[in-house]
Structure formats: structure tokens, C-alpha cells
């Protein structure tokens, strides 16, 4: 059985930062592109950063110099530090693998408020 399973969410102030992680099982990581996706509300889910197998990064405009994704494959986590972090980035970030097919996790509320 897959699972994802996010954590490191939370309320932050305007600049302020947190990291996220996503601890894998019940796939081979060190072959998966792992992605962090966000949804905010009445906005539909976007993709905000990529880490594939290989280890090539792909960012989203929003977030590129502000956020960064690792991967440790001895540990099948993927994370996503995130830095100045701005009200716009409130949302649910939401964990993906990608392999035959997609998986995702439940989620975790980033709110960036004063």
C-alpha cells in the first residue's frame, strides 16, 4: 500500500519560513519524480516544484529563488524548504509521486498571515 504522508505545515508571518517533508512508502523512491502541489481555496491545484529520479528541479515563477526541494532516497523523504514566504503562498501543499501512476498525500495547511 502506498503512502504519503506530509508534515511541517503550519501559520507563519509574512518572510518567515518553514520546511515540509514527505515520508514515502510502499514505493521504490529512489525511482519516483516526487512534486510538491498546492490548492488554495477557489483556485484550482498547482504544481510548485519537481525533483525527478535523476535529481533535475523544476520550479514554478512563483516560488523560483524562495523555495528549494531535496530528496534523500536513504530516508524516502522529499522536501520543500520554503523561504519568504508570502500570503499568496497560503494554501494545502500537497505531496506527489509519480511512477505507473500518481499518488498523493492528504496534505498540509501552510497559512502566511500577520
Known amino acids: 500500500q502506498v503512502r504519503l504522508v506530509e508534515s511541517g505545515g503550519g501559520y507563519v508571518q509574512p518572510g518567515g519560513s518553514l520546511r515540509l517533508s514527505c515520508a514515502a512508502s510502499g514505493i521504490i523512491f529512489r525511482i519516483a519524480a516526487m512534486g510538491w502541489h498546492r490548492q488554495a481555496p477557489g483556485k484550482q491545484r498547482e504544481l510548485v516544484a519537481l525533483i525527478t529520479s535523476g535529481g533535475s528541479i523544476n520550479y514554478s515563477d512563483s516560488v523560483k529563488g524562495r523555495f528549494t526541494i531535496s530528496r534523500d532516497n536513504a530516508k524516502n523523504t522529499v522536501y520543500l524548504q520554503m523561504n519568504n514566504l508570502k500570503p499568496e503562498d497560503t494554501a494545502v501543499y500537497y505531496c506527489?509521486?509519480?511512477?505507473?501512476?500518481?499518488?498523493w498525500g492528504q496534505g498540509t495547511q501552510v497559512t502566511v498571515s500577520s
Open positions: 506527489n509521486a509519480v511512477l505507473d501512476l500518481h499518488y
